[in-house]
């Protein structure tokens, strides 16, 4: 059981490439999440989604896009990067955005933004 | 706006002692839900434990307890006989009606032998 998949694992960018980081989840859950941790300030979340067609922002959405065509996928996507978006970034998916269920996480991406 | 607080960046315990990391939350809601996330070294993200806040019993995860306090706001977990594997960085999480998860800034704990 895959569980939340996320690639790439490691990603060096320089400033103003866009890419995309992807999440995928083989569990059928309705809720995807993205944060980015950074030292000292916990895990923030960017955008989330509460079913195929749906999303919308959370606290730092300022630079990323979103899409969820579908139940498994949700990727992130950096359009002109910056060395503020340097982070670890982490997708999250639970069953159903109710408020008991735990999310299950990705094992993170390492980005560097140079 | 929901807050989560976590006092202690730093802590470290003995092997097979107990230790408590505190956790304090802002909210004005009366039902949300209260999570601790475990995360070593490997980086991935574990829950630990879980704790709905219209119960009153605390919860209980094997080695792991919470003390919930809702009047105080606090929600602080309890690791005895502490091993080595418990050493990770400890995020509480809270989460109300809406699908927003508020994190933490986390507890850094260290095991010692």
Known sequence: NAGVTQTPKFQVLKTGQSMTLQCAQDMNHEYMSWYRQDPGMGLRLIHYSVGAGITDQGEVPNGYNVSRSTTEDFPLRLLSAAPSQTSVYFCASSFTGAGNQPQHFGDGTRLSIL | ?113
């Open chain 2, 1 to 113: 706006a929901q807050t989560v607080t976590q006092s202690q960046p730093e802590m470290s315990v003995q092997e097979a002692e107990t230790v408590t990391l505190s956790c304090t939350y802002d909210t004005s809601e009366n039902n949300y839900y209260l999570f601790w996330y475990k995360q070593p070294p490997s980086r991935q993200m574990i829950l630990v434990i879980r704790q709905e806040a219209y119960k009153q019993q605390n919860a209980t995860e094997n080695r792991f307890s919470v003390n919930f306090q809702k009047a105080a706001k606090s929600f602080s977990l309890k690791i005895s006989d502490s091993q080595l594997g418990d050493t990770a960085m400890y995020f509480c999480a809270f989460r109300e009606g809406t699908y927003k998860y508020i994190f933490g800034t986390g507890t850094r704990l260290k095991v010692l032998a």
